[in-house]
Structure formats: structure tokens, C-alpha cells
């Protein structure tokens, strides 16, 4: 079996390990947020993203990480960074990316904002796997988690 692979992107070796950006907790980066709050506008789009990165990553791996060191939820109102300490459980790598595939394919245009994408990503896991689903109920469990309800 291959060794799976942290949740990073854009690894930087000769940069003493650091990577661009970090899934499970998008703020180590030192400008990205974690969760939704009333200031993520004013954000880079690619720091504000950061909260689409941490919904993927609790959805997928889980607030326990699966081997990939915990994850935090968004627990205090209007903050971009996550301190909290609720429990999100992961549907895997597969079925997070057919729900987000589905989302993204069939439901979100270029102007969906995150209540949209909640929208989107509830409706794709009704399509693929039935209201009320185990990944259904995830999907709304990770979204509330990042604070996007």
C-alpha cells in the first residue's frame, strides 16, 4: 500500500519543510483563515480560501486526522483562526472528492460564496449518497465546524 501523503500544498523543501499552504489548519501559513468570520472579505482570495481547505480537509480526514496530527474546529464567534475542540469525523479522501467534485461540476458558478457552497456540497451528497447519509451528515458537520451554516 502506497504511504499517504500529508495534507499540504506545495511543499517547500529547501524552505526547511515549510509548505505554502496547510489543509488541516490553514492559519500555520500566518495569514490564511481557518473558519468564516465578518472579515474574511478583505482577505487575499487565497488566504480566504483557507476555510474551503480546512471544510475539505475535516470532511475528508477528520478532526482526528487519521495520521496526519489533529485538526481544530471554529469554536469562538468571528474569529479566522480555529481554537476548538469539537469532533468531526472524516469520510475519507474518495467520497470527499466526488461530493466536492459533484459541488463544483453541478452546482457552483463563479460567484458561489460559502453559504452557496455548503448549498452545493449538501445537495452533491444527496445526489451521490441520500439525504440524511452518513457523508451527507458529514458535509454539514465540517461546514459548521469552519463556522459556515
Known amino acids: 500500500m502506497p504511504r499517504?501523503?500529508?495534507?499540504?500544498?506545495?511543499?517547500?523543501?529547501?524552505?526547511?519543510?515549510?509548505?505554502?499552504?496547510?489543509?488541516?489548519?490553514?492559519?500555520?501559513?500566518?495569514?490564511?483563515?481557518?473558519?468564516?468570520?465578518?472579515g474574511l472579505g478583505s482577505l487575499d482570495v487565497h488566504y480566504n480560501s483557507g476555510v474551503a481547505n480546512h471544510f475539505f480537509y475535516l470532511l475528508a480526514e477528520g478532526t482526528g486526522g487519521n495520521g496526519f496530527g489533529a485538526s481544530k474546529t471554529c469554536a469562538a464567534a468571528d474569529t479566522k483562526t480555529a481554537t476548538g475542540t469539537g469532533s468531526v469525523s472524516g469520510i475519507g479522501r474518495d467520497a470527499a472528492g466526488k461530493i466536492w467534485y459533484r459541488a463544483l461540476t453541478v452546482y457552483m458558478t463563479s460567484s458561489t460564496n460559502y453559504a452557496g457552497a455548503r448549498t452545493a456540497t449538501l445537495k452533491a451528497?444527496?445526489?451521490l449518497y441520500g439525504a440524511g447519509s452518513t457523508q451527507y451528515n458529514a458535509v454539514a458537520s465540517a461546514w459548521t465546524a469552519v463556522k459556515v451554516n
Do not use: E, N, V
Request: charged share 25%; proline share 8%.
Open 4 to 38: 499517504r501523503k500529508p495534507c499540504i500544498i506545495a511543499a517547500r523543501p529547501a524552505g526547511g519543510g515549510k509548505a505554502l499552504r496547510y489543509m488541516s489548519q490553514p492559519s500555520k501559513d500566518g495569514a490564511s483563515a481557518d473558519c468564516w468570520y465578518s
Open 125 to 127: 451528497a444527496t445526489d
